[in-house]
């Protein structure tokens, strides 16, 4: 699987603009997904493909990316954010997800 | 609307061999759109994907298990499963089955519940 590297902790204060970086050789090749965990539930999906959202999923978050390293973009943080965040994405061999380690989104 | 469901025991002895089943429901396992995974997750650890199927059988694994993972697919059942063996307290987590995009590997983009496998004597 991918080897993606995640901050472990970041904080926001509440209403700014937090990114979340994910770090791997495969993001040079291939987009990164990105997941939103609260505790005691499984993960959603928040970002797929270039910069895609699924329904349901509100337009605070967004996605990008540059050489190595994807970003999770969150506009206008909201309490209802803090959570765990996880990238994933394909290695280079084939189909293989792996997972981040994850980042813990604290909104102050 | 599409949803998940994985089902098995919860208690597994070391050297076993851990088995679960998901189970697809509001839709069919059959499509060409996806491919159908498992994910677990130790108790305060992060994300570990296991191994996904496709509907005609194609297996991908996470070469961290070294072989010890197995998972097959019940088209005539709509369900796909996970076999697990040589199991250790290790592989105590919760295990998720989910669904991910072809077009956009590594997009999971609906997952079950979850159901939490421990691993002791």
């Known amino acids: 699987s991918s080897e993606l590297t995640q901050d472990p902790a970041v904080s926001v204060a509440l209403g700014q603009t937090v990114r979340i970086t994910c770090q791997g050789d495969s993001l040079r090749r291939y987009y990164a997904s990105w997941y939103q965990q609260k505790p005691g539930q499984a993960p959603i999906l928040v970002i797929y493909g270039e910069n895609n959202r699924p329904s349901g999923i509100p337009d605070r978050f967004s996605g990008s990316g540059s050489g190595d390293t994807a970003s999770l973009t969150i506009t206008g943080a909201q309490a209802g954010d803090e959570a765990d965040y996880y990238c994933n994405s394909r290695d280079n061999s084939g189909y293989h997800p792996g997972f981040g380690g994850g980042t813990k989104l604290t909104v102050l | 609307q599409l949803q998940l469901q994985e089902s098995g025991p919860g208690l597994v002895k070391p050297s076993e061999t851990l088995s679960l089943t998901c189970t697809v429901s509001g839709g069919s396992i059959s499509s060409s759109s996806y491919y159908w995974g498992w994910i677990r997750q130790p108790p305060g650890k992060g994300l570990e994907w296991i191994g996904s199927?496709?509907?005609?059988?194609?297996?991908y694994y996470n070469r961290s298990l070294k072989s010890r993972a197995t998972i097959s697919v019940d088209t005539s059942r709509n369900q796909f499963s996970l076999k697990l063996s040589s199991v250790t307290a290790a592989d105590t987590a919760l295990y998720y089955c989910?669904?991910?995009?072809?077009?956009?590997?590594?997009?999971?983009?609906?997952w079950g519940q979850g159901t939490m496998v421990t691993v002791s004597s």
């Open positions: 199927i496709y509907y005609s059988g194609s297996t």
């Open positions: 989910a669904r991910d995009i072809v077009v956009a590997v590594g997009s999971f983009d609906i």
